[in-house]
């Protein structure tokens, strides 16, 4: 692509460098941030030279923060001694949003993936750990993706967690609400059989 | 979407004020930077805001330019006596990659959209009838989308000009390279057959 202006090609490259934009993407939001008035541009530039620059994480949970605890560490009404382990951020969003759940998180900041380098020293396991280790947690509950990273990361942790007395647990897995069960994976359907529950329980939610 | 840092929400809601980018991708976008080394975001917001603070417009074809003069105006080998007027730089950028084009460019901004409330006056018109009155040109090739917008622009422009000694003339319409005939639309394949050229003509591009 070749562009007529240094300085708009320098805002395009760097736009692009955005997972998902690509230079044609960039393009289109770089011209539109130059027909809209510059204070547009200001607030965003701004804003995230901010964010990244004095961003806090939870001393406790590794969530996103703006004071050393997190609001939900922060919380006396929740129960520190259950613990959700979560990938990131956005999963602990998505599991607020469901309103069902009290306890703490664990934000691990990834998982274990050999293919993209990321090892278990990358992540935020060693806390988790020794939370655990001083006899802080009852439960864990392990909310990864089901995916062979997923697996894999749950499958380090339990194994470093195993010996210590803590129940481990993992989401259920299952049947979409609103699926239709031929469309659904045999994986998921043979594991949703096998998983079964009393269907008075299912009545409760 | 509940955030749990002020300078994250922040930090999405202003990213989320781009065409396209809804609070999810947002969302994503800014983890993404806060997992990357702080000076990415250092450089996409001084590239950003300095683009949107020092860029200039040619003051010949308005299009985006770092000098006063954009390089297609400035350069002696361009034939200035043929503008081809277009909607914004993307449609210069797509028309120099063709190489099928050595006259000068006219970048309206945008066309005529009462919709959108973009009236005549909100666009770069009056210096391209200027241009015209003047005599510097010969001939002014049309090239705005093909949508009732466009062709509303054209329409406006050719009213005020006219009466000039000026050739206008519009880019084809017809069956895209590589189409197949049966999923044509009737008004473009009716305006093919209508607008056809010589076979002789046609291969020799």
Redesign the interface.
Known sequence: ????????E??V???S?????GKR?A????????KRP?E?????????????????F?TNCH????SQL???CANPRRDSQIVCVVE???D??AI??TSQYRGHYHVLGGKISPMDGVGPSDLNITSLVEKVKDGKINEIIFALSSTMEGDTTNFYIYRQIENFNVVTTTIARGISVGDELEYADEVTLGRSILHRIPFETSLKS
């Open positions: 692509m070749e562009f007529s202006s240094k300085l708009l320098n805002a490259n760097e736009m460098q955005l997972p998902g934009i993407t393009l289109r939001l770089v011209l539109h941030l130059l510059e547009q541009t200001q607030k965003l530039s701004s804003s995230l030279l901010k964010m990244r620059e004095t961003i806090n939870c969530n996103i923060s703006d997190c609001e939900i990131d951020i956005r602990v969003m607020e949003n």
